[in-house]
């Protein structure tokens, strides 16, 4: 038996989790080993007892690893194991590691979330958090940063999409097995994903239902692929304080985004704001906490958008439709919409773009969909 093909079956097998197969590892060499162990040794080791070690003990009769095998590579999913090179090397640092990694799309895109961040927030989502999800996650994908999310209704299909449509990577993070998708109005979210070269993961074997226990451990896995995690907007029953305080615990960056004091939309974000994380009014104020974050040079447009956010370029430098989008704005405030039908260009190409304007200083989104050119006069070229 080989090594990946065992924790497979530890990950199959009921009550058997990461923690406890790391429990079994300290006393057995190897995964391989805890599954030809007999009985009486695997009921002596702390925490498995006798129960446990019948399960273990009797794998062969309470899983069929031929039939997951066969879903694998049927539904051409990748599974990585802790032992794996490709391991994405973020998540291997957390007390508890998924013991495997189901990937649906592009492995590489996995690899690259150690410089990427995460988005996250609530279900239930108002104008303004919609906004501000679109406006953080465009801006990272414009920056050349992996956006990780949970592939929920609201503020997570949300960051998937804007991620997207600004050319960027995204990968989203599943509360079942890859053989389903959930929820099912964001099937063709999860298809568009995979085509455009990001990736779905998970931990669950391919056939696992969405079930509530599944969405923490969900959650610790989205905080635990990125150096950072965003909550645009969270109630204080919302799942992303989950994902926030998984965060906190992998020894990583939280930030949040202030709303209306008296939308209960914007309470779960103001706690952590209290509790001591990081204000976010833009991308910029990400991105300055994560100067030197890893995986900012794996692409030069990466670096580039990093760069831009520090330091303005010369007006010299700038695009045709960066040229024409500044002409066409002065220092008072203008809809993008308007914008949008101005330039005569695609929707997407506009946004952006202007986000490109606004880390090079240019230009300033406001609230309600409206942008103003930054003091100072602008003459075409």
Not at 27 to 53: N, T
């Amino acid at each position: 038996m080989d090594r990946r093909r065992a924790y497979m079956i530890l990950n199959l097998l009921p009550g058997i989790g990461p923690m406890r197969v790391a429990q079994l590892l300290s006393l057995f060499p190897s995964p391989e080993a805890v599954l030809a162990a007999p009985f009486a040794e695997l009921a002596r080791v702390p925490g498995i007892g006798g129960k446990l070690a019948e399960v273990i003990a009797g794998w062969k009769s309470l899983c069929d690893i031929e039939r997951e095998l066969a879903m694998v590579e049927q539904a051409g999913v990748t599974v990585l194991t802790r032992d794996d090179p490709d391991y994405p090397p973020l998540l291997a640092e957390i007390h508890d590691p998924p013991l495997c990694l189901y990937v649906r799309g592009n492995p590489a895109a996995v690899a690259r979330t150690r410089g990427g961040i995460a988005v996250v927030g609530s279900r239930r989502t108002t104008s303004y958090g919609v906004a501000m999800a679109e406006r953080l996650a465009t801006a990272a994908a414009v920056a050349g940063w992996p956006v990780v999310s949970g592939l929920a209704r609201g503020i997570d299909a949300v960051a998937h999409r804007a991620a997207l449509e600004a050319g960027g990577t995204t990968v989203g993070v599943l509360a079942c097995g890859l053989a389903y998708v959930y929820p099912r109005e964001n099937l063709e979210l999860a298809r568009r994903i995979v085509a455009e070269g990001g990736a779905l993961v998970g931990e669950f074997p391919m056939q696992s239902r969405p079930d509530k226990r599944n969405f923490p451990m969900r959650n610790r896995i989205i905080s635990g692929l990125t150096r950072g995690t965003i909550v645009v907007e969270a109630g204080f029953q919302s799942g992303s304080l989950i994902t926030a305080g998984t965060a906190l615990e992998q020894g990583r960056q939280v930030f949040a985004v202030p709303g209306r004091a008296d939308s209960p939309q914007s309470r779960g974000c103001h706690a952590l704001i209290r509790d001591g994380a990081r204000l976010v009014e833009s991308f910029q104020d990400v991105a300055e906490e994560f100067g030197g974050l890893p995986g900012l040079d794996l692409a030069a447009e990466s670096a580039r958008g990093a760069a831009a956010l520090r330091k303005p370029p010369p007006v010299s430098g700038l695009t045709d439709l960066e040229r024409k989008l500044l002409s066409l704005l002065d220092t008072n405030e203008t809809a993008i919409d308007s914008l949008i039908v101005a330039a005569g260009e695609p929707p997407a190409q506009v946004l952006s773009t202007l986000l490109l304007l606004e880390m090079k200083r240019l230009v300033k989104q406001l609230p309600g969909r409206r942008v103003a050119r930054c003091g100072g006069e602008f003459v075409a070229e």
